[in-house]
């Protein structure tokens, strides 16, 4: 699904490499994750997979299906399958969720060569999808995220991820300021996303997010490289000893 | 204070090349009281305080630069969908044949020529006098002058609930029209009408509504401008409003050399509402000044100014508010703002907020901001597949939203909503 080779990434206005060559491959249907310390330039392998301005590639490739993402506009990644799940969801003074949610949806639909979804369908289909995140009628119609709590915008932004269907998810520290029941059903949502088709790509700092959403491979990160790549119990090892054996041991 | 000669010759010059036409003695004493008002205080100058923002050259020259009559091709007209009673306008003058029968339950109609040539009349008490009072402490000269020289209008006198409102719409067929037209507005004791206004009227307008709300009554007042690129515009929006009573004010500006919309509103009658606020859509050669004085003489009124500005490629926004809070005033609950987005580093907005209170038990706020489209809005709405014209539009739609907001007919808001959709569109940045 996602092939990740080589990639060097540094900050568009200061000559500073944060990436240094990470490899990744996440296949089709699984869930992979990536740990790592502060800094370690988790969250900027985030953003510019999404597209984000102010990163310079000088080096590598991503590829969602084959297809050079790199290349792509942010919004032609998203009608690619990208998801970015944010760590810190935008706040949109004026403009309603739910209009934001249908023109998104119709917007990939538009940009696929689909048929756009009608009114109706699309209440039904966001209906169904709010109330699995428990999301009432009010958090629809306010404007996107205003005056949304820190477990409102991250089960906000699993709610977009659900009627976007993406095919490759990536989630930044999507547990970051949320609470154990808030956290749950946040993973609840993500894994009833989970299939065949659908990949993920699970950032974090802790070992407890991924005792919900139970990932097939972890990856440890340190210094814009993939140091070490290992089965769940290198979340738990990361949980009990810190990064530093882990750094130490790859050094 | 004795004026400076050359503003003395430049007021004479202007005053030279107009006529005041014939009426009934009352009206020939209030035309020549505003022309006293306007020989004392002068055409205004740039150095004048509330002129330093906008030339105010245009509107002092003794005659308009010539304006290209705009072709909306196949735009739908203006406030179309709605049901209404037209009476149109062109160049100035009213078009019977154009215009809808004007008998209405719970409204009297006639045309300013008609109620200024009547010995006894309701607009006598009227026609005038508020933009008399209104030049302390800022003189509005353009509007004596509108006062002393309008040579048509409309005088509306609403009696009951007016099922229908009443759309002036103005058109501009002639390139070198200069067109003065003076409005009433008497919204009588819990009578509640609609004014439109829609159309740029001529190659140069003076306007001036003077409403005058009685207590209970409600005024609902939504206006666009018109399209055309080099029509210049001073008007002048003036109203009291009485106990209880509403007054509800919506302005879209599109295009446009040159605007001046002035406002002065006074809530003479306790627990009065004013809601007044304006968007104005500039791109190149645009100049946008909203002038608005509120002043709250009486207890616990509501007053809310809120006015956006989307400005690009040389376009140039001014804002001048004021909330006035007399003494006595107490429980006013005061609010204004004024922001603009700017699409790009050409683009100029001039801000000047103002709050002068003499009560101890008042709520006023106000600010002002002048931004760029949130950047990080912009990725967020593209990583979810929104083009990026598409996204910037939405930011911009949402930026304007709270303007909009102030409009109560959801059919009036989807009018305007559409002429700011079809602006985007239009002016998609290359």
Request: proline share 4%.
């Amino acid at each position: 699904m996602l092939e990740i080779k080589n990639l060097h990434v540094k900050l568009e206005e200061e000559d500073k490499e944060i990436l240094k060559g990470v490899d990744l491959s996440v296949p089709a249907g699984s869930v992979h994750a990536i740990m790592g310390p502060n800094g370690s330039g988790k969250s900027t392998l985030s953003y510019v997979l999404s597209g984000r301005d102010g990163y310079d590639v000088t080096d590598g490739a991503a590829t969602l299906e084959g297809e050079d993402v790199l290349e792509l506009e942010p919004e032609e990644r998203a009608a690619a399958g990208l998801f970015l799940a944010f760590q810190y969801p935008v706040e949109i003074p004026g403009v309603g969720n739910m209009t934001f949610l249908r023109t998104a949806v119709n917007a990939q639909r538009k940009a696929r060569g689909e048929e756009e979804l009608s009114a109706a369908d699309f209440l039904k289909l966001i209906r169904e999808k709010a109330k699995d995140l428990k999301i009432d009628a009010d958090m629809l119609k306010r404007p996107v995220n205003v005056g949304f709590s820190g477990g409102e915008k991250k089960r906000n932004e699993i709610l977009q991820m659900a009627v976007l269907e993406p095919k490759m998810c990536i989630l930044d520290e999507t547990d970051s300021g949320l609470d154990v029941d808030a956290m749950k059903l946040v993973a609840d949502g993500v894994n009833a996303l989970r299939d065949a088709g659908r990949s993920f790509l699970v950032i974090t700092h802790y070992q407890r997010l991924l005792d919900h959403i139970r990932p097939d491979v972890v990856h440890i990160m340190a210094d814009g490289k993939i140091v070490k790549t290992g089965g769940p119990e290198l979340a738990l090892e990361v949980e009990h000893n810190g990064y530093a054996d882990i750094l130490a041991e790859v050094a | 204070m004795a004026l400076p000669q050359s503003k003395t010759d430049a007021t004479e010059a202007r005053i030279a090349a107009l006529q005041m036409p014939e009426g009934a003695a009352w009206a020939s004493e209030a035309r020549q009281s505003a022309l006293s008002r306007l020989r004392a205080m002068g055409l205004p100058g740039p150095r004048d305080e509330y002129w330093r923002f906008t030339n105010p050259a245009d509107f002092n020259a003794s005659a308009p630069g010539a304006a290209a009559p705009f072709d909306h091709g196949d735009e739908k007209p203006v406030f179309g969908d709605v049901d209404r009673i037209k009476l149109v306008f062109r160049d100035g003058v009213y078009d019977t044949d154009a215009s809808d029968d004007l008998t209405h339950e719970g409204l009297e109609i006639a045309r300013l020529a008609d109620a200024v040539s009547a010995d006894i009349h309701w607009a006598k008490d009227l026609y005038g006098t508020i933009e008399a009072r209104s030049h302390e402490p800022v003189p509005r000269p353009f509007a004596a002058l509108n006062t002393a020289f309008a040579t048509d209008g409309i005088v509306i006198r609403a009696t009951a609930k007016v099922s229908k409102p009443v759309s002036l719409i103005y058109l501009h067929e002639d390139p070198t029209s200069d067109v003065i037209m003076h409005f009433l507005v008497k919204v009588e004791e819990g009578a509640d009408v609609t004014v439109l206004e829609s159309g740029p009227a001529a190659a140069r307008f003076n306007k001036c509504m003077e409403v005058d709300v009685a207590d209970n009554g409600a005024f609902h007042h939504v206006r666009v401008q018109g399209r055309d690129h080099e029509r210049r515009a001073v008007t002048h929006l003036f109203a009291r409003l009485g106990e209880e009573s509403t007054f509800k004010s919506f302005t879209l500006t599109a295009n446009g050399v040159m605007t001046r919309n002035e406002a002065f509103i006074e809530l003479t009658g306790d627990n009065a509402v004013s809601h007044i606020a304006g968007a104005a859509l500039g791109d190149g050669r645009f100049h946008h000044d909203d002038t608005v004085f509120v002043t709250h003489d009486a207890v616990n009124c509501e007053s809310r100014q809120v006015f956006k500005k989307v400005l690009r490629n040389g376009a140039v926004g001014a804002f001048q508010g004021k909330i006035l809070v007399k003494e006595g005033a107490q429980k006013t609950d005061g609010y204004q703002i004024s922001q603009s987005l700017l699409l790009d580093e050409d683009a100029q907005f001039l801000a000047k907020p103002e709050l002068e209170i003499y009560a101890d038990d008042v709520a006023c706020s106000h600010g002002s901001t002048s931004g760029a489209i949130d950047e990080t809005a912009l990725f967020y709405l593209r990583s979810r597949g929104l083009e990026k014209g598409d996204a910037q539009d939405l930011l911009v739609l949402a930026f304007v939203a709270e303007a909009i907001d102030e409009i109560e007919s959801e059919a009036l808001a989807d009018d305007i909503l559409s002429r700011l959709e079809g602006w985007l569109t239009r002016h998609r940045a290359a």
